[in-house]
C-alpha cells in the first residue's frame, strides 16, 4: 500500500518557522520527483515546492520563494519542507505530491494534476 504521511503542521505567530515532513511508504519514491502544495479555504491547490530525485535545484512558487527550502533523504524515504519568515496567507493545508510516473526525471512539474500520490494534508495556521 502506497502511502504518504505528513507530519509538522501546527499554529505558528508571524515571522514564526515551522518543518514540515513526508514519510513515503509502500514503494520506492527516491527515483521520483517530490512536491509540496497547499490549499486555503475556497481557493485552489497552490504549487510550493518540488524536488527531483537527485535533490538538486529545487523549484519554488512565487508566493515562498526566499522564505522555503525543500529538501528529501532518500535512504530515510522523506522530503521535508522548511518554512519560515511565515505570514497569515500561509496559513493553509498543506500537502506532500509525488510524480510517480517517469523515474530520473529532471523537469519539475507545478501542476498538481501531474503528481499521481497524496498525502492526506497536514494543517499550518499563522496567526499575527
Given at each position: 500500500?502506497?502511502?504518504?504521511?505528513?507530519?509538522?503542521?501546527?499554529?505558528v505567530q508571524v515571522g514564526g518557522s515551522l518543518r514540515l515532513s513526508c514519510a513515503a511508504s509502500g514503494r520506492?519514491?527516491?527515483?521520483?520527483?517530490?512536491?509540496?502544495?497547499?490549499?486555503?479555504?475556497?481557493?485552489?491547490?497552490?504549487f510550493v515546492a518540488a524536488i527531483n530525485w537527485s535533490g538538486?535545484?529545487?523549484?519554488?512558487?512565487?508566493?515562498?520563494?526566499?522564505r522555503c527550502t525543500i529538501s528529501r533523504d532518500n535512504a530515510e524515504n522523506t522530503v521535508d519542507l522548511q518554512m519560515n519568515s511565515l505570514k497569515p496567507e500561509d496559513t493553509a493545508v498543506y500537502y506532500c505530491a509525488a510524480d510517480?510516473?517517469?523515474?530520473?526525471?529532471?523537469?519539475?512539474?507545478?501542476?498538481?494534476?501531474?503528481?499521481?500520490?497524496?498525502?492526506?494534508?497536514t494543517q499550518v495556521t499563522v496567526s499575527s
Open positions: 500500500q502506497v502511502q504518504l504521511v505528513e507530519s509538522g503542521g501546527g499554529s520506492t519514491f527516491s527515483s521520483y520527483p517530490m512536491g509540496w502544495f497547499r490549499q486555503a479555504p475556497g481557493k485552489e491547490r497552490e538538486g535545484i529545487p523549484v519554488y512558487g512565487d508566493s515562498v520563494k526566499g510517480r510516473k517517469v523515474p530520473f526525471i529532471r523537469v519539475l512539474s507545478t501542476d498538481p494534476d501531474n503528481y499521481d500520490y497524496w498525502g492526506q494534508g
